[in-house]
């Protein structure tokens, strides 16, 4: 079974217009972590952000902020007034383990075309 | 600070020949992981390093992959006899595990090594 599914497999805005990228993600563990990744065409994926379970407070940096809510198993990305810099591919990941074992559960990636 | 570099960027080979490829993982981070990645798909996980040894493999790992870390260190992935469906982008992490305070810290990934098998 997926454990993180990313449905969107494209997004395509024009500049400035607001994006949000979607991420619902499966465990029976009551402690994992949340991750959105970055990836450029240059291939290697930036660290965005990191949740764990027991915060649900939304976070908000710059232009990002991240809707996390347990109740639908979402973690949601949103840009605000997204930027050509955006263009990329952003992957959702899930860690089922706090410290024995981190291994990372990633999404298919939503690849994001902000168009000047 | 530098962070995690991967050698080569790029390979290409034939179809039967051995690769090797090498991870420098973020100096002091115990833990290293290597991850597979196909074209339109998230990484995958392949393995993982706690210091020298080897952790765990994933079921993507056959035979012909072998990945060491012998001075917990640096880290080298070989595939033999490579396959066209071999051919994807390597990725490495890597991160750094409190004994003491029990957290897992994020894993940071190299730029990749991308591979094609022809």
């Known amino acids: 079974a997926q454990k993180v599914t990313q449905a969107q497999t494209e997004i395509s805005v024009v500049e400035k217009e607001d994006v949000t990228l979607d991420c619902v993600y499966e465990?029976?563990?009551?402690?994992?972590?949340l991750f959105w990744y970055k990836q450029p065409p240059s291939g290697e994926l930036v660290f965005l952000i990191r949740r764990n379970s027991f915060d649900e407070q939304n976070e908000i940096s710059g232009r990002y902020s991240w809707n996390f809510q347990k109740s639908t198993s979402s973690f949601n990305f949103t840009i605000t007034a997204s930027q050509v810099v955006d263009s990329a591919v952003y992957f959702c990941a899930l860690s089922e383990a706090l410290y024995n074992f981190n291994k990372f559960y990633f999404g298919s990636g939503t690849k994001l075309n902000v168009k000047p | 600070d530098t962070g995690v570099s991967q050698d080569p960027r790029h390979k290409i080979t034939k179809r039967g020949q051995n690769v090797t490829f090498r991870c420098d993982p973020i100096?002091?981070?115990?833990?290293l992981y290597w991850y597979r990645q196909t074209l339109g798909q998230g990484p995958e996980f392949l393995t993982y390093f706690q210091n020298e040894a080897q952790l765990e493999k994933s079921r993507l790992l056959s035979d012909r992959f072998s990945a060491e870390r012998p001075k917990g260190s640096f880290s080298t992935l070989e595939i033999q006899r490579t396959e066209q469906g071999d051919s994807a982008m390597y990725l490495c992490?890597?991160?750094?595990?409190?004994?003491?305070?029990?957290?897992?810290?994020?894993?940071?990934f190299g730029p990749g090594t991308r591979l094609l098998v022809l």
């Open positions: 465990t029976r563990d009551t402690t994992y972590y």
């Open positions: 100096s002091e981070h115990n833990r």
């Open positions: 992490a890597s991160s750094l595990v409190h004994q003491v305070a029990r957290t897992q810290e994020t894993q940071y």
